[in-house]
T-cell receptor, first 116, second 115 residues
Framework: AQKITQTQPGMFVQEKEAVTLDCTYD???????LFWYKQPSSGEMIFLIY??????QNATEGRYSLNFQKARKSANLVISASQLGDSAMYFC?????????????FGAGTRLFVKA | DTGVSQDPRHKITKRGQNVTFRCDPISEHNRLYWYRQTLGQGPEFLTYFQNEAQLEKSRLLSDRFSAERPKGSFSTLEIQRTEQGDSAMYLC?????????????FGPGTRLTVL
């Protein structure tokens, strides 16, 4: 069975500092994709970054980077130079290409608080 | 590209009533997904369409739930005989299949409250 684990219910970070949000996953698929989404208090899920299981380089999108360690089955999100607007829930998600079918499974999320 | 839209944004209903939600995906996307999110949890997959075909349904989707995508464009999710446990945020997402990503883009959600 596929599973996503986010062990940090809440995180605090000082404005302008970097923060790492943890995500570990479990799958028997050889080919899969990992995603991070941001959910502000308004409720909309905002796509941030994608990492494919066969990608050799860590994905980066602006201030977001994904620290992908395949052997450890971890896909941590790093946010650099935190801003007050980064305060939100962050979800790690995975889609398995084979046994996962068409659905994407999500972790329970980490709430990030950015302090001024 | 106007993004994924959902209507209504909020719905309050009494137990036992039927409700219907609508989702309009990004126009060029052929895949459409419905998720349910309860407070403090991540979204849970409900069902998936490729064009007009419903290809996968979660066991969470009981007989009281039905989803359609009649012309491969917008989709509706109907809940019959609502129960208090149906209170949740219902999220719709769409994607355009590519071999490597299939990134799903979400709508703003419909928040259902069953009294």
């Amino acid at each position: 069975a596929q599973k996503i684990t986010q062990t940090q219910p809440g995180m605090f970070v000082q404005e302008k500092e970097a923060v790492t949000l943890d995500c570990t996953y479990d799958t028997s698929d050889q080919s899969y994709g990992l995603f991070w989404y941001k959910q502000p208090s308004s409720g909309e899920m905002i796509f941030l970054i994608y990492q494919g299981s066969y990608d050799e380089q860590n994905a980066t999108e602006g201030r977001y980077s994904l620290n992908f360690q395949k052997a450890r089955k971890s896909a941590n999100l790093v946010i650099s130079a935190s801003q007050l607007g980064d305060s939100a829930m962050y979800f790690c998600a995975m889609r398995g290409i084979n046994t996962g079918g068409f659905k994407t499974i999500f972790g329970a999320g980490t709430r990030l608080f950015v302090k001024a | 590209d106007t993004g994924v839209s959902q209507d209504p944004r909020h719905k309050i209903t009494k137990r036992g009533q039927n409700v219907t939600f609508r989702c309009d995906p990004i126009s060029e996307h052929n895949r459409l997904y419905w998720y349910r999110q309860t407070l403090g949890q991540g979204p849970e997959f409900l069902t998936y369409f490729q064009n007009e075909a419903q290809l996968e349904k979660s066991r969470l989707l009981s007989d009281r739930f039905s989803a359609e995508r009649p012309k491969g464009s917008f989709s509706t999710l109907e809940i019959q005989r609502t129960e208090q446990g149906d209170s949740a945020m219902y999220l719709c997402a769409s994607s355009s299949f590519s071999r490597q990503t299939d990134t799903q883009y979400f709508g703003p959600g419909t928040r259902l409250t069953v009294l």
